[in-house]
């Protein structure tokens, strides 16, 4: 199949937060819910779908969790073996009853706070992976800012009510779920109806079964968190794929909120499915080699029309010109650019590789490793100021 291309000459180069502002593309059907802030977020993309006091810094409650998880599986290693210690044990809240100085490796413990909303299993864990308290909060912290969510900050690893300091929004919680759903060892966890693992103090097991009723009320249902607290109210993330697109909803406080994600999955399903831009193997008009990444995108029907493709060729002398590359395709819609796929000679070996994400929506990346220096060390010295104290 052949495409038709603009040709031109820019540096790549897109800030992918800024990626979906307002008024960027067709004026989607109206819905709305009964939730104080909402936002629907296609995962795959980073496109939000649905916006309610997107923006607006709120109360997050159990919600924080999805931070705490991914944070301990980017940084800990699933096999440790985590103590329960003094400030863990017994932890006011939802619980999942581990006993003072119960040993259980980081993955079973991530299923019970996931699954169950253990608080004591998310400060052992947070104890455990961040050397302190202090640590792991720094660490989420600085996920956060990688991540661009500019309206968070955290205080602790569980979302109880413990000052004003401890906030998010819906749209960053959307792109937190988003990454956090990119990972295999987070959606397995999230996605898991029960979970049996081995209880050390007795001769049964613990079996935990997940809050979220989502998973058995809605067709595809695969994530993601519950949460509740008497300042937050009920706070709840779902998740849910249907024809390979998965799809994420944020409520906070929300009386309604397991009628309002139904609602919201379905209005996103039905109004923006992935629609196919360009596929894998197609040649280009101007250009020397052929499309190396299929790329569809989640839109309206409407928006297909406002599609633009731009050929951007390979400088001839580079060193990517001589491994295969043939510069890439840039696309826009309403303007704005949403992705990029390469373009490879028709015999180069790249066409066999598997295929990576064309969106441009990743974790911002480290700037040098000075940076990543210095951000270790700060870890190490929250560490020992929390030891010391």
């Avoid at 990688?146 to 401890?166: K, Q, R, T, V, Y």
């Avoid at 397995?188 to 997940?210: A, G, H, L, R």
């Avoid at 519950?226 to 794929?241: F, M, N």
Wanted: hydrophobic share 40%.
């Amino acid at each position: 199949m052949k495409w038709s291309f603009v040709s031109c000459n820019l540096i790549f180069f897109v800030v992918w937060a800024m990626l979906f502002p307002a008024g960027a593309y067709a004026a989607p059907p109206g819905i709305d819910t009964n939730a104080a802030g909402a936002a629907l977020i296609d995962v795959e993309s980073g496109r939000i779908l649905y916006s309610k006091k997107g923006d607006e810094r709120m109360r997050i409650a159990s919600l924080t969790k999805i931070m705490t998880a991914i944070v301990a599986i980017d940084h800990g290693s699933l096999a440790d073996i985590v103590m329960v210690s003094k400030n863990a044990y017994g932890k006011e809240g939802s619980s999942i009853y581990l006993k003072l100085g119960e040993e259980m490796s980081l993955q079973h413990m991530l299923y019970g706070m996931m699954l169950r909303s253990g608080n004591d299993a998310a400060i052992a864990i947070a104890e455990h992976v961040g050397g302190s308290l202090e640590g792991f909060i720094y660490l989420m912290n600085e996920k956060a800012k990688l991540l661009g969510m500019e309206n968070s900050h955290f205080i602790n690893p569980s979302g109880l009510d413990d000052g004003a300091g401890h906030y998010s929004s819906p749209n960053d919680m959307a792109k937190l779920t988003a990454y956090a759903l990119k990972n295999p060892v987070f959606r397995e966890i999230v996605s898991t109806k029960t979970k049996k693992v081995p209880n050390p103090n007795e001769d049964w097991d613990y079996t935990w079964f997940n809050k979220n009723k989502m998973l058995h009320l809605f067709d595809g249902a695969d994530g993601v968190k519950t949460g509740y607290t008497k300042l937050a109210k009920r706070c709840l993330v779902s998740s849910a794929t249907r024809g390979g697109q998965q799809l994420a909803v944020v409520t906070l406080n929300d009386p309604d909120d397991w009628a309002d994600h139904a609602r919201l999955l379905t209005y996103g399903f039905q109004n923006y499915p992935l629609q196919p831009i360009v596929n894998k193997g197609d040649t280009v008009e101007g250009a020397e080699g052929v499309i190396g990444r299929s790329f569809a995108f989640p839109m309206l029907e409407e928006e297909r029309s406002s599609v633009i493709r731009k050929l951007v060729p390979a400088d001839r002398n580079s060193t990517d010109y001589k491994l295969g590359g043939r510069g890439s395709v840039q696309i826009l819609i309403g303007g704005k650019q949403v992705g990029a796929v390469p373009l490879y000679a028709q015999n180069s070996a790249k066409l066999r590789m598997k295929e990576r994400t064309a969106f441009i929506f990743t974790e911002i990346p480290t700037t040098s490793l000075i940076a990543q220096y210095t951000r270790t060390v700060k870890i190490v010295l929250h560490s020992l100021f929390a030891a010391s104290n």
